[in-house]
């Protein structure tokens, strides 16, 4: 676990536009901000505990008994990571893992074709303000490609950034693994250094991920998952209240 850095005041937004990342890069230097999507670019209101009951109960867990209680209490502990591999921790072998992920994605679409999620706040406004000032956005998710596309298509931002990214498409491994962050750099060669990219995202995978893939900042919302404590413990630069604040911080606006 990277070790706890100062936390920042999660309502400021006048951040001067020379204060960065852990490295020392200027904010004004981030040129790549790759962003998480469900709680952090996305309010889902608990989709992911809705859509994991149905997978569950699929699969033979019961509402109520203890083996759902302890299958639930690390689903909410690992918000962030790729639902493949929560799903291979619960279940073990590859066969049940998969047919649970298969379950889970199904009954997440649905929700979200029920018009069950929205964007968060701002968000589409700050992706726009970022690219705007010439920043590149890259949205990413744990999800699998055809829950992401959903979601994409729900929210009408199908066309919104010029990439997005599934575990899929960085070899298999989400968060807490840094490849999708990577993967943004070297698709889009928007950045000449990690250090000029900045990651966002709600949970505490999310700031591991950043801290691996060496980001210059890597920004914990409180639109999620995990609060402020949790965020910083894993490695956070800055935490805000939404991303919202994230143009503010990279000195666009």
């Known amino acids: 676990m990277v070790s706890p850095l100062t936390l920042d005041s999660p309502q400021s937004t006048d951040v001067p536009e020379s204060r960065g990342g852990p490295h020392g890069t200027p904010a004004h230097d981030i040129r790549l901000v790759v962003l998480d999507m469900a709680g952090t670019t996305v309010a ?3 989709l992911v505990e809705l859509a994991f009951e149905t997978a569950a109960r699929r699969l033979g867990v019961e509402p109520g008994s203890a083996d759902h209680a302890e299958k639930l209490a690390h689903v909410r502990a690992t918000m962030g990571e790729s639902k493949i591999s929560v799903f291979r921790h619960l279940f073990g072998d590859e066969e049940t893992a998969h047919r649970a992920n298969v379950a889970f994605e199904e009954a997440y679409g649905e929700l979200v074709d029920a018009g ?3 964007p968060v706040p701002g968000a589409r406004e700050a992706i726009e303000a970022l690219q705007a000032a010439g920043r590149t956005v890259v949205l990413t998710t744990g999800f699998a490609r055809v829950t ?3 979601i994409l298509d ?10 997005t990214l599934c575990p899929a498409d960085a070899g298999g491994r989400g968060r807490p693994y840094p490849d999708m962050v990577l993967a943004a750099l070297l698709r889009t060669g928007a950045a000449d250094d990690v250090r000029q990219i900045a990651v966002a995202g709600d949970t505490s ?36 209240a939404s991303v919202a604040e994230l143009p503010a911080l990279v000195g666009v606006i």
């Open 44 to 46: 889902d209101d608990g």
């Open 116 to 118: 069950r999620i929205a």
């Open 148 to 150: 992401q596309d959903a």
């Open 154 to 163: 729900a929210l009408g931002w199908r066309d919104l950034v010029t990439l």
């Open 205 to 240: 995978y999310d700031m591991l991920t950043g801290r691996r893939a060496g980001a210059g900042i890597v920004a914990g919302v409180l639109t999620g998952a995990h609060d402020a404590e949790r965020l910083t413990a894993a490695g956070a630069t800055h935490v805000l």
